[in-house]
């Protein structure tokens, strides 16, 4: 853990993005620092994939092209986000080590001329990066454009694992600090089955492919150690940079658009968290994937500053099919990020670049040039977010929490569950669509977290659950909360054994109701839950045969091989409630059993109009809630106070215009 730095050479919202001037000619660069200000911009990353152009031999630095940059951000009152560049390492570091190299599971070495990190685990990468960590702050930490520092990009892609010789070797060094014995291990491994009893530590290898399925436990451990490598090499980087300067030190993460990173612990090493979020064009509702990523970068944070590291001004280049941004789209990704707490809204990239695999991605200086209208709207969310300084600092409070437990989706993903229709990230955005629908800001949270300051916290998809957190989360009900648990949840321990007492069997006291069999259904199958009331709510691909055990049905299988038995359960524990939830409810089947959700855990919903997301930041003297209209009509919002963006007063309500966004502060 390190000790916050502030962020604290910027006022206000800053607003940029990713810039690549090694790829242009200096009067380019003089071009871009006018049409910056021009555009409002006030932060730039720099030097992200520069190692080559700067450490040109081993050992052998060129920092004359970026003193020079440095200095020319810095006398256009451009701060500077400065980057080590080692996602990216040189052609001659390759060349002379070969053997850094990243080899994937089905063994093909990973080639040069593309991007990438080198082994996490290679002892001359790890050198390298300090090396160059070390230079680079020497060289900068004083100078007065450098406001933070960007350490390497996007750790975990486009490579996590690494399954080379070294890799292998630094994985059984980390068994045996975590087992200390063979007999430990042989244990939680479960190797007793299909004979894979070791006798010794050299026999363990990296789950390589292989005939068939691979020992799950095995492979959950070298998930959890790739993440620790892949950390170890970030904190490196960062202590070195830490010796030298004072400024804060971040990565980027991509809170729910990558997996290979647990990003809870990766939350308490940076200075502040920031996050790359990007829409995925075939979801049409992507806004609210958007959402999800902004909350889960304030939870992972504890309370830290986050910034919106990079999203796109228009279309990304990586997708089956690129979807451009229409009008005003952009300012609403933005504007969100920014309700959530974002205190920095920035882009991949400033220039659109000519040449290389990035030319058709989207930048806030398209290829078209000023007279478009990105430009015309980059320059205007500039002028917006200038207008918006004061909220900087100010935090989001939420109610309710969802459970996000990597490592618990780590070990969902492997190979030969009940079915391949189960999946975390559906369940979880089913719920939260629910309650960002319902108007109810959330946070995420680790089931063994202090849960206590939320009325009601929402497991959609625990499948792996330690004893430990099962307790805390009864004890959570106990004190009083209301705790919702969906399907497939708390089927295993830490190394993905069954629970002793099977399914939900740590749950059992809490929810009153456990597991007796995994009923799948076959595709396109339904299972519809009657309520006592007599409402039908839909369902499919999945029911269970549960057992009460002092719960209360609140709705029954109607159809499929759990016909007329329980599908939801309520119980009272303690103090609080736990609601068991056994099938796949769609988002609006979830409003009738959310509904009575809410009613335990005391959780209001305003009734805003459909497509009109609201959501509050607290200030000290003021707080400001933040109106962003997903419709194509204007939407009407009960409001007093002042709108910040059109500089307005206002008396009971405010017209959010079609597409359009507000921001209300009300003084305290
Ligand atoms: C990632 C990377 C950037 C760029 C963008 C494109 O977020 O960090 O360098 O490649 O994707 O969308």
Same mark, same amino acid.
């Given at each position: 853990?390190?000790?916050?730095?502030?962020?604290?050479?910027?006022?206000?919202?800053?607003?940029?993005?990713?810039?690549?001037?090694?790829?242009?000619?200096?009067?380019?660069?003089?071009?871009?620092?006018?049409?910056?200000?021009?555009?409002?911009?006030?932060?730039?990353?720099?030097?992200?994939?520069?190692?080559?152009?700067?450490?040109?031999?081993?050992?052998?630095?060129?920092? +004359?092209?970026?003193?020079?940059?440095?200095?020319?951000?810095?006398?256009?009152?451009?701060?500077?986000?400065?980057?080590?560049?080692?996602?990216?390492?040189?052609?001659?570091?390759?060349?002379?080590?070969?053997?850094?190299?990243?080899?994937?599971?089905?063994?093909?070495?990973?080639?040069?001329?593309?991007? @990438?990190?080198?082994?996490?685990?290679?002892?001359?990468?790890?050198?390298?990066?300090?090396?160059?960590?070390?230079?680079?702050?020497?060289?900068?930490?004083?100078?007065?454009?450098?406001?933070?520092?960007?350490?390497?990009?996007?750790?975990?892609?486009?490579?996590?694992?690494?399954?080379?010789?070294?890799?292998?070797?630094?994985?059984? @060094?980390?068994?045996?600090?975590?087992?200390?014995?063979?007999?430990?291990?042989? +244990?939680?491994?479960?190797?007793?089955? &299909?004979?894979?009893?070791?006798?010794?530590?050299?026999?363990?290898?990296?789950?390589?492919?292989?005939?068939?399925?691979?020992?799950?436990?095995?492979?959950?451990?070298?998930?959890?150690?790739?993440?620790?490598?892949?950390?170890?090499?970030?904190?490196?980087?960062?202590?070195?940079?830490?010796?030298?300067?004072?400024?804060?030190?971040?990565?980027?993460? !991509?809170?729910?658009?990558?997996?290979?990173?647990?990003?809870?612990? &990766?939350?308490?090493?940076?200075?502040?968290?920031?996050?790359?979020?990007?829409?995925?064009?075939?979801?049409?509702?992507?806004?609210? @994937?958007?959402?999800?990523?902004?909350?889960?970068?304030?939870?992972?944070?504890?309370?830290?500053?986050?910034?919106? !590291?990079?999203?796109?001004? +228009?279309?990304?280049?990586?997708?089956?099919?690129?979807?451009?941004?229409?009008?005003?789209? !952009?300012?609403?990704?933005?504007? #969100?990020?920014?309700?959530?707490?974002?205190?920095?809204?920035?882009?991949?990239?400033?220039?659109?670049?000519?040449?290389?695999?990035?030319?058709?991605?989207?930048? !806030?200086?398209?290829?078209?040039?000023?007279?478009?209208?990105?430009?015309?709207?980059?320059?205007?969310?500039?002028?917006?977010?200038?207008?918006?300084?004061?909220?900087?600092?100010?935090?989001?409070?939420?109610?309710?929490?969802?459970?996000?437990?990597?490592?618990?989706?780590?070990?969902?993903?492997?190979?030969?569950?009940?079915?391949?229709?189960?999946?975390?990230?559906?369940?979880?955005?089913?719920?939260?669509?629910?309650?960002?629908?319902?108007?109810?800001?959330?946070?995420?949270?680790?089931?063994?977290?202090?849960?206590?300051?939320?009325?009601?916290?929402?497991?959609?998809?625990?499948?792996?659950?330690?004893?430990?957190?099962?307790?805390?989360?009864?004890?959570?009900?106990?004190?009083?909360?209301?705790?919702?648990? +969906?399907?497939?949840?708390?089927?295993?321990?830490?190394?993905?054994?069954?629970?002793?007492?099977?399914?939900?069997?740590?749950?059992?006291?809490?929810?009153?109701?456990?597991?007796?069999?995994?009923?799948?259904?076959?595709?396109?199958?339904?299972?519809?839950?009657?309520?006592?009331?007599?409402?039908?709510? @839909?369902?499919?691909?999945?029911?269970?045969?549960?057992?009460?055990?002092?719960?209360?049905?609140?709705?029954?299988?109607?159809?499929?091989?759990?016909?007329?038995?329980?599908?939801?359960?309520?119980?009272?524990?303690?103090?609080?409630?736990?609601?068991?939830?056994?099938?796949?409810?769609?988002?609006?089947?979830?409003?009738?059993?959310?509904?009575?959700?809410?009613?335990?855990?005391?959780?209001?919903?305003?009734?805003?109009?459909?497509?009109?997301?609201?959501?509050?930041?607290?200030?000290?003297?003021?707080?400001?809630?933040?109106?962003?209209?997903?419709?194509?009509?204007?939407?009407?919002?009960?409001?007093?106070?002042?709108?910040?963006?059109?500089? #307005?007063?206002?008396?009971?309500?405010?017209?959010?215009?079609?597409?359009?966004?507000?921001?209300?502060?009300?003084?305290?």
């Amino acid at each position: 853990m390190t000790t916050p730095h502030a962020w604290p050479e910027l006022r206000g919202i800053a607003y940029g993005g990713d810039y690549n001037p090694e790829q242009w000619s200096r009067e380019t660069w003089r071009e871009d620092v006018v049409l910056m200000r021009e555009a409002g911009v006030n932060l730039v990353s720099v030097g992200i994939f520069s190692w080559a152009l700067v450490e040109v031999a081993e050992g052998e630095f060129d920092f +004359s092209w970026l003193d020079e940059l440095l200095d020319l951000l810095h006398e256009n009152g451009v701060h500077v986000d400065l980057g080590t560049p080692t996602a990216s390492p040189p052609a001659w570091f390759f060349a002379k080590h070969p053997d850094a190299h990243v080899i994937d599971r089905d063994g093909r070495t990973m080639g040069f001329g593309s991007r @990438g990190m080198a082994s996490h685990s290679s002892a001359a990468y790890r050198e390298a990066i300090v090396r160059y960590a070390d230079a680079l702050a020497t060289r900068y930490a004083k100078h007065p454009a450098v406001v933070l520092w960007h350490v390497h990009n996007e750790y975990g892609v486009p490579v996590g694992e690494d399954y080379s010789p070294q890799s292998v070797n630094a994985f059984r @060094g980390w068994l045996q600090e975590k087992y200390a014995t063979l007999d430990g291990l042989n +244990s939680a491994w479960g190797t007793a089955f &299909w004979g894979q009893h070791y006798t010794a530590w050299e026999h363990i290898g990296a789950p390589a492919a292989a005939p068939s399925v691979v020992n799950p436990a095995q492979r959950l451990d070298f998930a959890r150690f790739t993440d620790h490598q892949l950390r170890a090499c970030y904190i490196a980087e960062r202590d070195a940079i830490r010796v030298h300067a004072d400024q804060p030190i971040t990565t980027n993460f !991509m809170a729910n658009q990558s997996w290979t990173t647990d990003l809870w612990a &990766w939350g308490r090493e940076v200075d502040i968290v920031s996050d790359d979020h990007y829409l995925w064009a075939p979801d049409e509702d992507a806004h609210i @994937g958007l959402s999800i990523a902004a909350d889960l970068s304030r939870s992972v944070g504890g309370g830290k500053p986050w910034i919106l !590291m990079e999203h796109s001004t +228009s279309a990304v280049n990586w997708q089956p099919r690129n979807i451009a941004k229409r009008p005003g789209e !952009m300012a609403r990704n933005s504007l #969100t990020h920014f309700g959530r707490g974002a205190d920095a809204i920035l882009f991949f990239q400033w220039r659109a670049g000519r040449s290389g695999a990035e030319k058709f991605h989207s930048a !806030m200086l398209p290829h078209a040039g000023t007279n478009s209208r990105v430009f015309r709207e980059v320059a205007q969310l500039g002028g917006d977010l200038g207008r918006l300084e004061e909220v900087q600092g100010s935090t989001v409070e939420a109610d309710v929490a969802i459970l996000w437990d990597f490592e618990s989706f780590w070990a969902q993903d492997l190979e030969w569950r009940p079915t391949d229709d189960i999946s975390h990230q559906e369940r979880i955005r089913a719920y939260y669509e629910r309650l960002w629908r319902d108007g109810i800001t959330v946070d995420f949270a680790l089931p063994g977290q202090d849960l206590s300051q939320y009325k009601l916290v929402v497991a959609p998809a625990q499948y792996m659950l330690t004893a430990a957190d099962a307790e805390n989360l009864t004890r959570y009900v106990a004190d009083g909360g209301t705790l919702l648990v +969906s399907y497939f949840s708390a089927v295993v321990d830490e190394n993905d054994a069954v629970h002793p007492g099977g399914f939900l069997a740590p749950l059992r006291d809490v929810l009153g109701v456990d597991v007796e069999e995994h009923l799948p259904l076959r595709a396109g199958a339904t299972a519809g839950v009657a309520l006592g009331g007599g409402e039908l709510l @839909g369902a499919d691909h999945w029911q269970e045969a549960l057992r009460l055990h002092g719960a209360d049905v609140f709705g029954r299988y109607s159809q499929g091989p759990a016909a007329g038995e329980p599908a939801i359960t309520r119980n009272t524990h303690g103090d609080g409630t736990a609601w068991y939830v056994s099938t796949r409810l769609d988002a609006d089947s979830l409003k009738t059993l959310m509904n009575a959700v809410y009613a335990d855990a005391g959780v209001s919903t305003e009734g805003l109009p459909e497509g009109l997301e609201v959501i509050t930041r607290h200030g000290a003297d003021a707080s400001y809630r933040i109106a962003v209209n997903h419709n194509e009509q204007d939407a009407v919002l009960a409001a007093d106070g002042h709108e910040l963006l059109s500089d #307005t007063e206002v008396q009971g309500s405010f017209t959010v215009p079609a597409g359009g966004v507000a921001v209300i502060r009300t003084t305290k």
